[in-house]
């Protein structure tokens, strides 16, 4: 039996992180990869193979980085890992030992069972999985109606590029007043609800899937709460994910109430020599230090780095200390993303709060061809000024700029510490240094606090 020193299962974007950051600091030790598909996907990207990329093919991720590195990849799911003998076999009935084990298995769709007619044949589920995806694409090809369920981020942005697609009616159900409820605001939530309308998708809010209707096995609608029937034939839910650890669960590791495998802020489990990262591990808030269920490739990434560099032994006095949760997405034209705490979470949590907002173009002056309106949204604290979260929503660089107050929440920079900040700006690039959004949101709040 061949054994390693390090096996990762699991070859998603936190498992190659992993895999390049352990084999790039520590050349010598031998390490194995164990992938279910020879085809990985990128998650964040798989909306958009259904029109903007045209095909799966253009949004295939795979561990070729970790190879170059000199690690080794099978194609030969897991089916049962003995951490007390430390070994592992595989679906071919191979097994190998190891001498440290990573979990990096990522998240699986939350089945509906309790919606009656969630069995039926044209019920699908957006699996991170390269072939489920590609079957996937060619069923919503040839369908006229499809009923998305569920508008969170996957489910809207899967929507708006299906009704890209000519000669096709798509509707989302929403349970929640808004789509996008989890990490938005409710300001923010509603434009980018508005936004959806605009791109001619049917969506209903504040209503459930009752019951998803057919003949003869197949789908052919879905009975809503209000009553009405929507035609389908298909129905796509996507109402969540949840951890996938059915071989941790087996194996004995301890898992908190959410089926997420319990780890330390170096992604370490309880168990000696074994660790797990990405949307299968333990997420804590940042802000609020409670159990969180956060899923972004994002931390999934942060997290695998952070294992890879302390693999063996503590290189990088730097660990996981929770999840801020910065968001992003872009519909109909419009760029909004998110981080930490808004009034719905803030409030949930009782966290004391401030908030300010400041709209400009994102460029100077505003009379420029590619200019776009630009609006910041920043929380802080009222006592101390540090920043808590933030929304922003306008041009591209919606993007970069929540990326900005992502780093100012987690190095508890204060809004009084960012209207010094020292910034470049450009007419082709930016707002005005005169009235840049992200300083005059700082100002606005640093009134707030001082009247």
């Not at 809010?205 to 029937?229: F, H, P, Q, W």
């Amino acid at each position: 039996m061949k054994k390693y020193d390090v096996i990762i299962i699991g070859a998603g974007p936190s498992g190659i992180v992993v895999g390049v950051t352990a084999k790039t600091q520590n050349p010598g030790k031998s390490m194995l990869m164990v992938a279910e598909e020879a085809k990985g996907l990128v998650p964040c990207g798989i909306p958009y193979v259904f029109h903007s990329l045209g095909s799966v093919d253009k949004n295939v991720m795979g561990p070729k980085p970790f190879i170059d590195l000199g690690g080794e990849v099978i194609v030969d799911p897991v089916t049962e890992a003995d951490i007390k003998n430390k070994v592992v076999k595989l679906k071919s009935g191979a097994t190998y030992e190891f001498d440290k084990l990573i979990f990096a298995t990522g998240s699986i769709p939350v089945i509906p069972d309790f919606i009656p007619g969630y069995h039926l044949d044209g019920v699908e589920y957006i699996n991170k999985s390269y072939n489920s995806i590609k079957e996937l694409k060619n069923k919503a090809d040839k369908a006229k109606n499809i009923v998305i369920v569920g508008g969170g981020f996957i489910g809207a942005e899967v929507a708006e590029q299906l009704a890209s697609e000519t000669g096709k009616t798509v509707t989302i159900i929403e349970s929640e007043p808004y789509c996008f409820n989890k990490a938005f605001s409710k300001e923010l939530g509603e434009i980018a609800t508005k936004k959806l309308r605009e791109t001619n998708i049917n969506v209903l809010t504040s209503t459930l899937a009752k019951e998803i209707l057919g003949e003869n096995g197949k789908v052919t609608g879905v009975m809503l709460s209000t009553g009405e029937k929507v035609k389908a034939e298909l129905v796509i839910m996507s109402i969540g994910y949840k951890p996938n650890t059915e071989i941790a669960r087996k194996a004995g590791l301890n898992l908190n109430s959410e089926g997420a495998i319990i780890v330390d802020n170096f992604e370490r489990t309880t168990v000696k020599d074994v660790c797990a990262i990405g949307d299968c591990s333990q997420t804590l808030g940042f802000i609020t230090g409670r159990l969180d269920h956060i899923m972004l490739a994002s931390t999934a990434t942060a997290e695998a780095r952070v294992l890879g560099y302390n693999l063996f032994g503590i290189k990088i006095n730097r660990c996981c200390n929770g999840t801020i949760g910065i968001f992003s997405t872009e519909i109909n034209g419009l760029s909004m993303a998110s981080v930490g705490l808004n009034e719905k979470n803030g409030r949930e949590a009782n966290i004391d709060f401030v908030f300010s907002k400041f709209t400009d173009f994102d460029r100077h002056p505003g009379t420029f061809d590619d200019a776009s309106s630009l609006t910041v949204k920043l929380y802080a604290s009222p006592s101390d000024g540090s920043v808590l979260g933030g929304e922003v929503w306008g041009g591209k660089s919606t993007g970069e700029i929540i990326n900005i107050i992502g780093m100012a929440i987690q190095k508890k920079v204060t809004v009084y510490e960012m209207v010094s900040y020292q910034i470049g700006t450009h007419p082709l690039l930016t707002s005005a240094p005169t009235k840049y959004v992200l300083i005059k949101a700082a100002e606005g709040i640093i009134f707030k606090i001082k009247h």
